[in-house]
């Protein structure tokens, strides 16, 4: 399988994180996996034929366009086919700006109207012709047109790229203080805006971090990890990774059965990416 990684225009570097082409993976039987919780959401153009499913009963072809969920919780799921896609990685507050996403939406309405949109339906023939660099070229257009339609960053936008900053050790209380504002009324606004309460983003954004650390340092100390992110010991880090992973941190490096994987399903296992600090990419490898 080849990958590449592309950043976004400066214009759009407060909302999107980077693009990602994949090509050349053909899944000829069902490999199941278990999804993650995640700190970023995915826009993706698939160019052929994804059967998805949290069992392989349940199979059925997902949408050209699909938006990933926000995974709380651990998922199974199950995924067949030949996978070629155009990956636009976003921060939360960036897919409820542009798209109108929040946490809680039901996934399938908002992917059919993607799918049917015109620029949905552009990109996807471009990807199925490997046209790689006009494909990113006009979905990077459309986001901007949309950025465009947007105003400056409210309060809700701010107070999520701290928590992105923080690793997800600031206190929301704090985070009010700072913006002058009443705790009720940022989260209220920070909802509205970002998609997502900010107590669970915060929760999202530390868990990611550890894993991603663990993941680059296997060797790291849970009493170190500990400190640095915040938990309040080792048994609140250890519960955090089995409510968001279902595994303790020890047994969260990629393995036949549990992976990181909600955000391109089966291609993290195979290649141990991590891309969740906040405004760098972390990979194995790349073309």
Known sequence: ?????????????????????????????????????????????????????????????????????????????VVQGQLRALVAERYPWGARQLLGWQAAMTPDILDAALSASTWGREIVALVQRGEWRTAREALEAHLLRLAGLHREPGTGMQAAQRIYQSFGMVRIAALAEELKLSTRTLERQFAQQVGVSAKTLARMVRFGEANTRIRMNPAVLMAD????????????????????????????????????????WICCRRVAICTWSWNRILTSGRD
């Open 1 to 77: 399988m080849r990958f590449r990684h592309h950043g976004p225009d400066p214009g759009l570097r407060e909302l999107v994180q980077g693009y990602w082409e994949f090509e050349d993976m053909h899944l000829a039987g069902p490999q199941q996996t278990y999804d993650m919780a995640e700190r970023t959401v995915r826009l993706m153009f698939l160019a052929d034929t994804l059967l998805v499913g949290p069992s392989v009963d349940t199979l059925r072809p997902i949408s050209p366009v699909v938006l990933t969920p926000f995974p709380l919780q651990p998922q199974r799921t």
């Open 225 to 264: 990890l500990t400190f640095e992110l915040g938990f309040s010991d080792q048994a609140h880090l250890t519960r955090e990774f089995k409510a968001l992973s279902s595994v303790p941190p020890v047994f969260s490096l990629p393995s036949p059965r549990v992976a990181n994987t909600a955000w391109i």
